[in-house]
């Protein structure tokens, strides 16, 4: 597990929370409330900030699933497998993404979305991620819907410079759902853990040219100012690289 400096305001823990069903390996996620400050009406893992009573990111992950979806805490069917390497959020975050499976799929019948905070509680098949296509049997949202503003049917992309990364172009992926569009960082976590779980690349191609891909080359990308900022914060300087990855929400 990655060790951080990082002070706990400046840490977060998202849960993957990954079951079989029908032969699918699938991911459980969330659309945020449309009445939240940040990011509303978007796609999400169950997961947020780190508090300081956390005494680590799995306990952030937990805590928050419980929170925003009614995720009992501390059940023996549900199994912590691991926890990824970390990711820089836009809002120079480092997010730590926490694996877990679940055993006893009863459990999701009582899973209930917090008001306020999640409108929708929906899955998806983790290989997905690596071949889009593979939703074709989903209930996905309408094309060219407020939901889904696009003509393709599975998945797309934009790529676009990024200021924090000193200009260098960053794509931004987007895949179509049951619920709304998979989309930046937490598609950036779960095609990690697609690629990981599967040992296998994705179908289309996942860097911009010329993309930051491992933690040194974002470091040496990083604009001056941001890049102390996140050393002032504590965030190592030289760490190995691909220890942590850049994302876009």
Same mark, same amino acid.
């Given at each position: 597990?990655?060790?951080? *400096?990082?002070?706990?305001?400046?840490?977060?823990?998202?849960?993957?929370?990954?079951?079989?069903?029908?032969?699918?390996?699938? %991911?459980?996620?969330?659309?945020?409330?449309?009445?939240?400050?940040?990011?509303?009406?978007?796609?999400?893992?169950?997961? /947020?900030?780190?508090?300081?009573?956390?005494?680590? %990111?799995?306990?952030?992950?937990?805590? &928050?699933?419980?929170?925003?979806?009614?995720?009992?805490?501390? *059940?023996?069917?549900?199994?912590?497998?691991?926890?990824?390497?970390?990711?820089?959020?836009?809002?120079?975050?480092?997010? #730590?993404?926490?694996?877990?499976?679940?055993?006893?799929?009863?459990?999701?019948?009582?899973?209930?979305?917090?008001?306020?905070? %999640?409108?929708?509680?929906?899955?998806?098949?983790? &290989?997905?991620?690596?071949?889009?296509?593979? #939703? !074709?049997?989903? *209930?996905?949202?309408?094309?060219?819907? &407020?939901?889904?503003?696009?003509?393709?049917?599975?998945?797309?992309?934009?790529?676009?410079?990024?200021?924090?990364?000193?200009?260098?172009?960053?794509?931004?992926?987007?895949?179509? #759902?049951? !619920?709304?569009?998979?989309?930046?960082?937490?598609?950036?976590?779960?095609?990690?853990?697609?690629?990981? !779980?599967?040992?296998?690349?994705?179908?289309? #191609?996942?860097?911009?040219? /010329?993309?930051?891909?491992?933690?040194?080359?974002?470091?040496?990308?990083?604009?001056?100012? !941001?890049?102390?900022?996140?050393?002032? &914060? /504590?965030?190592?300087?030289?760490?190995?690289?691909?220890?942590?990855?850049?994302?876009?929400?």
């Amino acid at each position: 597990m990655y060790r951080s *400096n990082v002070p706990t305001k400046k840490r977060a823990g998202v849960l993957i929370l990954l079951y079989e069903q029908n032969g699918s390996l699938r %991911v459980l996620l969330t659309r945020r409330a449309l009445t939240l400050r940040t990011h509303p009406g978007q796609t999400a893992l169950p997961g /947020g900030k780190m508090d300081e009573t956390d005494k680590d %990111v799995i306990e952030t992950a937990y805590r &928050e699933a419980f929170e925003e979806v009614g995720l009992p805490l501390d *059940n023996p069917n549900i199994h912590t497998l691991c926890v990824l390497r970390p990711f820089v959020a836009y809002t120079k975050l480092l997010v #730590s993404p926490v694996v877990a499976l679940l055993t006893d799929l009863s459990l999701l019948d009582n899973l209930v979305p917090a008001q306020g905070e %999640v409108d929708v509680i929906f899955d998806h098949p983790l &290989e997905a991620f690596l071949e889009p296509s593979l #939703s !074709a049997g989903e *209930n996905l949202v309408d094309i060219n819907s &407020e939901l889904w503003p696009s003509n393709e049917s599975f998945y797309n992309f934009t790529d676009s410079q990024w200021p924090l990364l000193g200009g260098s172009d960053y794509r931004m992926h987007r895949f179509r #759902s049951s !619920a709304s569009a998979i989309k930046g960082l937490t598609a950036e976590i779960l095609i990690m853990a697609a690629v990981i !779980a599967y040992d296998r690349s994705p179908a289309y #191609s996942r860097y911009a040219k /010329g993309q930051p891909t491992t933690f040194n080359d974002i470091l040496q990308a990083l604009d001056p100012s !941001a890049l102390t900022e996140l050393r002032d &914060e /504590g965030l190592p300087g030289s760490p190995a690289p691909s220890e942590v990855i850049l994302g876009r929400v």
